[in-house]
């Protein structure tokens, strides 16, 4: 079973408009994290924004923010006035803990988001 | 700091041949883990390590592969022999004891041909 889902393959959003990537995840781990980085076509992964499982209000941070529903285990990434440069790959990834009593942290399939002109 | 460094950037390699990625992890941090992308199967954890010490390396596809951390500061992952299906981009991340954000290289571009 999918750990963590994203169901946009791709996205397309105007410049300057709000757009929402999709997550939801899977995990009966009552501790975990949860992640949105960005990969631009440079390829490497830049991370976005973090959102823990115990914390009450969404994480934000800058132009992004993370609508996190957690009865609903999703955790969606919102990007207001989208730029140009906004256009990547975003992959969402989540942290559980496991028996070794290390910690994993496991992707999505992640979303191209296209901002146009 | 000047983050999580791998080496080489890119490589390209005969089938059969040995293959050597590197790493260098941010200084402080106690995770290393190796990720491997390719377009079919995504972002795959490989192997990670904490304090130096494998933790889990169910995601190493095969005996072929292999990783080790000899100190805090260096890490490298093997391939011997590579096959065409390997060929990826293998990212190196890190990150505090206490896990927040995994910081990731540039990664590596194998190619096997």
């Known amino acids: 079973a999918q750990k963590i889902t994203q169901t946009q393959p791709g996205m397309f959003v105007q410049e300057k408009e709000a757009v929402t990537l999709d997550c939801t995840y899977d995990?009966?781990?009552?501790?975990?994290?949860l992640f949105w980085y960005k990969q631009p076509s440079s390829g490497e992964m830049i991370f976005l924004i973090y959102?823990?499982?115990?914390?009450?209000q969404n994480a934000t941070e800058g132009r992004y923010s993370l609508n996190f529903q957690k009865a609903r285990k999703s955790a969606n990434l919102v990007i207001s006035a989208s730029q140009l440069g906004d256009s990547a790959m975003y992959f969402c990834?989540?942290?559980?803990?496991?028996?070794?009593?290390?910690?994993?942290?496991?992707f999505g399939a992640g979303t191209r988001l296209f901002v146009k002109a | 700091d000047a983050g999580v460094i791998q080496s080489p950037r890119h490589e390209v390699t005969e089938m059969g041949q040995e293959v050597t990625l590197r790493c260098k992890p941010i200084?402080?941090?106690?995770?290393l883990f190796w990720y491997r992308q390719t377009m079919m199967r995504g972002l795959e954890l490989l192997i990670y390590?904490?304090?130096?010490?494998?933790?889990?390396d169910s995601g190493m596809p095969e005996d072929r592969f292999s990783a080790k951390m000899p100190n805090a500061s260096f890490s490298t992952l093997k391939i011997q022999p590579s096959e065409p299906r390997d060929s990826a981009v293998y990212f190196c991340?890190?990150?505090?004891?206490?896990?927040?954000?995994?910081?990731f290289g540039q990664g590596t571009r194998l190619t096997v041909v």
């Open positions: 390590f904490n304090n130096n010490v494998p933790i889990d």
């Open positions: 200084s402080g941090h106690d995770y």
């Open positions: 990834a989540m942290r559980e803990s496991q028996n070794t009593g290390g910690f994993k942290t496991i």
């Open positions: 959102q823990g499982s115990y914390d009450q």
């Open positions: 995990t009966s781990d009552p501790s975990y994290g």
């Open positions: 991340a890190s990150s505090l004891a206490n896990p927040l954000e995994a910081f």
